[in-house]
């Protein structure tokens, strides 16, 4: 057994145990249609017969790359995802846009951070989720290096069952498993944000999110404090 099967069969037992803890109506997977949250979303695929019997929060910035909508839209029909987008709020959207039409940007940055949460916020309490699944990882930011594969939050448990994984360790599960991705990993992406605040990394030895927009990752645990994943 590889050391990626044993990740994967470690991923699959935290699943497991996720399921014994909690209603499969009571549990949400987190997808940004991203490398990371794909493979969760095909390690739990696997694991139940080819079928996801959870429902899937997508968190729409409205700013995300028309790859990441192609791709969303794709595989919500191809695996037949139980889908809910989930829309920034409105007054979140407003405040963003009218910051990008009097030129600030930094704000405008604060904002649609802010907004991601809100948004989770509002989607945990209308759906009641008592059980979400992340597809955080430790290696990607210092701010999730000390995560634990279960989290109690205020109201819900954060489940992490790929926090072992490295970011070798993802692209090896997808080619092997054949898993689908977006094409933008294909031009240098090496992880995905919002369109405006994410670019390309022509490095190959940069850091994974060197391509992520600076100040957010400055203040990654003060976002995780707010809900952030």
Known sequence: MTLLDKKVKKSHQIIKKTTSMFDSKD????????????????LVKT??????????????????????????????????????????????????????????????????????????????????????ISGIRKDEHEARSKETYFSKRLNHMRIHPILDFTFSDIWNYINEFHVPYVSLYDQGYKSLGEAPFTKPVKDKKAPERAGREATKEKTMNRLRQLGYW
């Open 27 to 42: 549990i949400a997977i987190a997808w940004t249609g991203g490398k990371d949250s794909t493979v969760i979303l095909h």
């Open 47 to 132: 694991l139940f017969n080819g079928l996801i019997p959870f429902q899937i929060m997508f968190n729409d910035s409205t700013v995300e790359f028309p790859e990441v909508y192609k791709f969303i839209k794709e595989i919500k029909k191809d695996w037949k995802l139980k889908l809910i987008w989930v829309k920034h709020l409105p007054n979140d959207l407003k405040a963003y846009e009218n910051a990008l039409k009097n030129g600030e940007k930094e704000p405008a940055m604060e904002i649609m951070r802010i907004a991601k949460i809100n948004a989770i916020k509002y989607t945990l309490k209308k759906y009641k989720f008592k059980a979400i």
